[in-house]
C-alpha cells in the first residue's frame, strides 16, 4: 500500500516535471496565458477591495458575466463526458483515445465554473458557510446548493477517472474494471444532472418568466453538447499537430457528427422558444423583445443577440453540408458555434431575465472593463490548466513517460 | 534520468534551462505581487470572530451577547454613538401584515425617506427599500409605470403604488439562499443576517417584488445621521457584499410601534398591524374593503396587501 503510494507520487513528479519542458512556442504560450490570468487577478483583488460595484451589475441587473460564463462553462464540462458514451456504451473504439483528454477538461472547466461563481461573492470570506456539515447548507431546498453538490461531485469523479486511467498506461498495466467503470457510468448521468441542476437554477423563479419555462434545461444540453465537442475538435487537432500522439481523423468525424445533431437540436429548440414567446405575444414577452428588438428606447443586447444568431446559423449551415467533412470548414463551424453559444447562453439567456426588472424597471447592463478582465483572467488559467493536464498527460499516452527501469515503449 | 530527460528535450542543454526557469520563476513572482498590490486597500477584513461566528440559529444567549456588544463597540468606534442595540424577539400570538389605500396614497415619497433614514440605509451609494410607481389609471400593469416621476404630486390621471418587501409568507428568496442567510420569523417577517449572507443574489433573482439590495459598495452613512435605535436583524449597520431588505421596521414593530413608513405618511393610507387578531385594523381592511395582492399568480401569498375604500 505504502509502496504503491510512493509510485503513484512518483508518477505524479514525473508528470509534473514534464511541464517545464517544451519548445519556444510552449513558453511563449504559457506566458501569455499566466500575463493574462495576473491581469485577471489583479482586477479581481481591486473588486475585492472595493465591492462589487466595480462591475457593471445592479440591483435591477444583479447577474451578469460571471454567471453567464459559469452557465456556458457547466455545459462544456458536462459535453466532454459525452464522448465517454460511444465508447462504453456502444462499445465503439472510436473516440477510445480521447476519452480522457475530454475528461481532462471537464476537470479544468470545472474549476473555471467554481472560479466564476466565486468571483461573483459579495462575501468570498464567507464561502465555508456553504461547505457541508460545517456551513449551514439549504439542501434540499435551493438550487443552488444542489449545484455546490453536484459541480464538486463531478470535479473528483472526473480527477479519479483520469488520474486512475492515466497511472494504469504509465505503469502498463490493464486498468481494474472496478476501479473506473462504475464511475464512468455514474459520470455520464452526473454530467447530464450538473447541467441540468443549472437549468434549474434558472427555471425554478417563477418571479422571472423568462426563465420559468421547461424547456430551459434540454436547450442547455443541446447548446452544450455542440460547444464541448466542437472544442474538443480544435483542441485534438493542435494536440496532433504539435505532439506525437495520434489521433484520426476518423475520431474527429465522429465528434462532427455529435456536434452537427446536437446544434440542429439546439436551433430547433431555440426555435420552439421564440415562437411561444412571440406567437403568444403575453405581457412576458417584454424580455425576449428587449433581447431581440429592444424595449423602449433601451437596444443594450440587440447586437449581442444577432451577432449570436448569425453565428449560430452560420455554423449550423456548414456543418450540415458535406463540406464541413474537410477539417478547415469544420474548424470554422466550431468556432462560430461556440462563440454564437457563448453569447446566446450568456449575454442571451442570463441578462434579459433581469430587464425589465421585476417592476418594470429598464436598467440596462453593460459590463465594466474590471469585469472583462476578470472574466478574461480565469479563461486563461483555465486554458493554462488543460495545457498543464495535457503536457502532464500525453507523454504518457505516447508512452515516452514509463516507470524508471521500463523500457520507453511505444504508442500503446 | 536526466539523461533521459535532456535526450527528450532534444538539445536545448539543461544548465541553459535551469537558468531560463530561474529567471521566468522570479518574475512570476515579482508579477504576482504586482498584480495582488490591490489588496492592500482593503480596509474591512472581518476580525477572527466575525470570520468564524456561526449562524444566527447556532448562537447561545451568551454568544449573542457578546456578538451585540462587539457591534456596539464598531458602530461607537465608526459613528461616535453607542447604539442601543437589541435581539428582539417575535412576540407569541403575533404576525405582522400591510394595508396600504392604493386610493389615498399621493406618491409624495415620504415614506422612502423616513424608511431610509430609521433603517440606517447607506446614503452614498443610496439605498431604499420602498419603490413608488406612478401609475397610469386603468392599469396595473408594472411595466407601464414610471419609476422616476418628478415634480407636483399626485398627477391628474395618475394613481401611485409604493412596493416594498412583501414578507411573503411561501418566500422564494428564503427557498433560494443556499446557506439558510434569509429566513421567515414566527411574526411572518423575512429577516436577513448580515453576518453570515456570502453575497450570492441568488434571492435576489428570485424575489418577484424587486424588494431586496445589494450592497455593491462599502455602505456610508453621515455619522451624525445614524439611527443608534438597532436591531440585530434589521437596521444595525451592514457590511458590503451583502443583501439586505425591509424587516417591517421590526426593532420598533416588535416593541409596539409602528413601522417608520406608516408612522410618516400624511394620508395615512399606511396600515399596519396583527394578522392574527380579528379586531386589528388590518384584519378589519382585509374583511371589509376591496383588497388585492401584488402578482397573485406568482403564488408567493403576500402579507402586503393593497386596497381601495368604495
Ligand atoms: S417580497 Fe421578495 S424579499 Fe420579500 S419575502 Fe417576498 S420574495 Fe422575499
Ligand atoms: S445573497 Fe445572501 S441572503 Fe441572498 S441567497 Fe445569497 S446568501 Fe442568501
Redesign the pocket.
Known sequence: MINDLKDYFVFVGRCLAKTIEGDWRYFLWMTALSAVTLLGLNAYCKQFASGLMVTGMSDQVSWGLYIANFTFLVGMAAAAVMLVIPVYVYKDETLHDVVILGELLAVAVIVMCLLFVTADL?RPDRFWHMVPGIGKFNWPISM?SWDVIVLNGYLALNAHICGYLVYMVYCGRKPAKMWYLPFVFIAIFWAISIHTVTAFLYVGLGGRPFWNSAIVAPRFLASAFTAGPGFLILTLQFIRRLTKYQVSDKALMMLRSIVQVSMVINVFLLFCELFKEFYTDSAHVASAKYLFFGLHGHFGLVPWIWTAMALDAAALILLVLPLSKSLKYLDLACVLAIVGIWIEKGMGMVIPAFVPSQLGEIVEYFPTLNEWLICGGIWAFGLLLYTLFLKMTIPVLTGDLRPAGAAPGGPH | MNDEERELDGGSGGMTRAAFLAGAATSAVAATAAALAPLKDVTDLPSLEEFLQQHYKELTPEDKAAILERISKQVEKDYGVRPNLTDQPPIPGVEFGYALNIGRCIGCRKCVYACVKENNQSRDPQLQYIRVLKMRKGSIDVETSDHHYEGQVPEEGFYYMPVQCHQCRKAP?VK????K??WQEPDGVVV?DYN?????????AACPYWA?R?NFAQPEIPAGELNPDMGYLSNRPRPKG??EKCTFCLHRTRNGKYPACAEVCPTGSRKFGNLLDPESEVSQIIKNKRVYVLKEEVGTLPRFYYYFDL
Do not use: E, H
Not at chain 2, 196 to 204: A, E, K, L, N
Open positions: 459579495g443552488l | 428568496c433560494a439562499c443556499p446557506v442567510a434569509t436577513v453570515w449572507c456570502i453575497g450570492c443574489r441568488y434571492c435576489m431586496r445589494f451583502v443583501v
